[in-house]
T-cell receptor
Framework: TQLLEQSPQFLSIQEGENLTVYCNSSSVFSSLQWYRQEPGEGPVLLVTVVTGGEVKKLKRLTFQFGDARKDSSLHITAAQPGDTGLYLCAGVDTGNQFYFGTGTSLTVIP | DTEVTQTPKHLVMGMTNKKSLKCEQHMGHRAMYWYKQKAKKPPELMFVYSYEKLSINESVPSRFSPECPNSSLLNLHLHALQPEDSALYLC???????????????FGPGTRLTVL
């Protein structure tokens, strides 16, 4: 059973478009992280959110943690080819177990 | 500094070889992890060390043998691997003092392993 489901699984868009990636669960998480991973490299931490309803911005990236702390979203404005990669959400549930999401592979076409 | 280093970057080995992967962090983190990752899939947890002691083994075959010589170093010894073991092997660390997986993890760049 996969605790954290991401959608979409694959996404291919043109440079300049906006996109949103979703990370959903039926379980409550005490914290949630988003990572970006480029091919052949390790995941790089983008953000950690801990408070229900929290919104964090990182340049063109906006992260939101759901009010009930069961879901999160990542919105990218004006996507660039450098945003290409595998986006992974990951969470720590209330039992202190860590889970990765199923992943979203993003390709931004110049 | 949130750096986790891994060596080698790439490794090609035969099914009868013995090799080791190395991981190092100097952030004072007390939990360290090994993951296996196939292309475009999320990492799969293999082992967790907390305070240099093995706390979690996710039913990994014995041809993978982890070792934690001290709080900064983590090794993964490989012996008699199979071609299906080819993958990106990632090391991570977190501050968590209690050994429970419950803190933000920082990842190394990985070792790309190919088993012939």
């Amino acid at each position: 059973t996969q605790l954290l489901e991401q959608s979409p699984q694959f996404l291919s868009i043109q440079e300049g478009e906006n996109l949103t990636v979703y990370c959903n669960s039926s379980s409550v998480f005490s914290s949630l992280q988003w990572y970006r991973q480029e091919p052949g490299e390790g995941p790089v931490l983008l953000v950690t959110v801990v408070t229900g309803g929290e919104v964090k911005k990182l340049k063109r990236l906006t992260f939101q943690f759901g009010d009930a702390r069961k879901d999160s979203s990542l919105h990218i404005t004006a996507a660039q080819p450098g945003d290409t990669g595998l986006y992974l959400c990951a969470g720590v549930d209330t039992g202190n177990q860590f889970y990765f999401g199923t992943g979203t592979s993003l390709t931004v076409i110049p | 500094d949130t750096e986790v280093t891994q060596t080698p970057k790439h490794l090609v080995m035969g099914m009868t070889n013995k090799k080791s992967l190395k991981c190092e962090q100097h952030m004072g983190h007390r939990a360290m992890y090994w993951y296996k990752q196939k292309a475009k899939k999320p990492p799969e947890l293999m082992f967790v060390y907390s305070y240099e002691k093995l706390s979690i083994n996710e039913s990994v075959p014995s041809r993978f043998s982890p070792e934690c010589p001290n709080s900064s170093l983590l090794n993964l010894h490989l012996h008699a691997l199979q071609p299906e073991d080819s993958a990106l092997y990632l090391c991570a660390s977190s501050l968590t003092p209690s050994g429970v997986i419950g803190d933000t993890q920082y990842f190394g760049p990985g070792t790309r392993l190919t088993v012939l």
